[in-house]
């Protein structure tokens, strides 16, 4: 299995981007992709992620409302798409494949993305 992140890039405040992760390869579909930040000197940390099983989501706190993560209809490529975009948001976001369901935290993923950064400007 391979993801491959994409579409990050420098914001402002208040701006919008959209995240992709394809998957190459046997995917579960049952398991769950997510979605992880990683800012400078800190653990990676879950954002959001998506449920292959009956595409049930899940937010971190600070994305609730703001960020929406989805999945293309043949479930190979997700998406997270981030608006009203702050500065604490500024990380290299990760996305990862779990065989397990709905999980958090980043030892339950098998497989990982090698990154994409965003940064937004104050």
């Known amino acids: 299995v391979q993801l491959q ?3 990050g890039g420098l ?5 919008s981007l ?6 190459s390869g046997r995917i579960s579909t049952t398991g769950t992709m997510g979605w992880f ?7 990676r940390e879950f954002v959001a992620l998506i449920s292959g099983r009956d595409d049930s989501t899940d937010y971190t706190d600070s994305a609730q409302g703001r960020f929406t993560v989805s999945r293309a209809n043949d479930k190979n490529t997700v998406y997270l798409q981030m608006n009203m975009l702050k500065p604490e948001d500024t990380g ?11 999980v958090r935290h980043p030892n ?3 497989y990982w993305g090698q ?3 965003v940064t937004v400007s104050s």
Do not use: M, N, P, W
């Open 5 to 7: 992140a994409s579409g």
């Open 11 to 15: 914001v402002q405040a208040g701006g």
């Open 18 to 23: 959209r995240l992709s992760c394809a998957a």
């Open 37 to 43: 930040r990683q800012a400078t000197t800190q653990e």
């Open 92 to 102: 290299v976001y990760y996305c990862g494949a779990s065989i397990l369901r709905a």
């Open 108 to 110: 339950a993923y098998d």
């Open 115 to 117: 990154g994409t950064l």
